[in-house]
């Protein structure tokens, strides 16, 4: 392969939805930069790949950019991967792109699979676009003001959440849009996905009675949630779906 940054995409949660090329880019890498070496290091030993991890993440990204620079410029191929999806989506890598772009070095992409285009074929909201919002902020105040601005899209907005603050979000959202439809998928392409189709109070309703003190045994695994846009029909809600993995 000619030197330069790579951009990889790795699979959201089954390990084989990773691509022939990625893991042939990966192969040819001299080192990997990935958000966590030790999440990297479970996909690289299913394919018995041996490659140099380097942890870059958010609080060590900005010094991770002379790393790649360098050893770009020495002619080697460097490689981007975060734990799940693809770097720069709602994840680290921007910095690194930026920084190879600004010294006017090669980058390249391996796109992989994302569970933003996987929740929006989900969810089966008939538009000709989506807003990707990614996660909204921590704070509850900055939380509400933005849920506030985005209570009038016209398309679907695309929400990424934590396990440990999904129920949050969704009292805020049912505080603000309880007639609103509203798509959740928890655990994408891994042994125990669910997907709940239903407005926002339903959907709330259905994760709270599960709840019992602990908002993890609750809500389990990463969250991607898809708001329908404003002015959609209201429908009745439907039932929970639990898929057999692919």
């Not at 990935?34 to 990204?61: G, K, M, P, W």
């Not at 089966?124 to 933005?146: D, M, Q, W």
């Not at 602990?214 to 949630?225: D, L, P, Q, S, W």
Request: proline letters at 7%.
């Amino acid at each position: 392969m000619k030197s330069g940054l790579y951009i990889i995409g790795t699979p959201i949660g089954n390990l084989e939805d990773i691509s022939a090329r990625a893991l042939e880019t990966l192969r040819g890498a001299n080192i990997i930069l990935a958000e966590d070496t030790r999440h990297t290091r479970i996909l690289l030993d299913r394919y018995q790949i041996r490659a140099v991890l380097i942890s870059c993440h958010q609080f060590n990204e900005a010094s991770r950019g002379p790393v790649a620079i360098a050893r770009i410029q020495a002619g080697q191929v460097v490689a981007l991967v975060t734990n799940a999806g693809m770097p720069g989506v709602s994840d680290p890598g921007a910095h690194i792109v930026n920084a190879c772009r600004k010294a006017g070095l090669p980058v390249t992409v391996i796109p992989g699979p994302s569970s933003v285009t996987a929740a929006m074929a989900l969810c089966g909201f008939i538009t000709g676009g989506f807003h990707c919002e990614g996660f909204l902020p921590r704070k509850e105040g900055a939380r509400k003001k933005r849920m506030e601005q985005l209570r009038n899209e016209p398309v679907p907005v695309v929400m990424l959440e934590s396990p440990y603050r999904c129920l949050k979000v969704l009292a805020d959202l049912n505080a603000l849009l309880p007639e609103r439809d509203l798509f959740l998928a928890r655990e994408l392409t891994k042994l125990h996905e669910e997907c709940l189709w239903g407005t926002v109070a339903d959907i709330y309703r259905r994760l709270t009675e599960r709840h019992t003190g602990n908002v993890a045994r609750a809500v389990r695994g990463e969250i991607v949630m898809v708001l329908a846009p404003a002015g959609r029909p209201k429908r009745e809600a439907e039932p929970s779906q639990k898929l057999d993995p692919p």
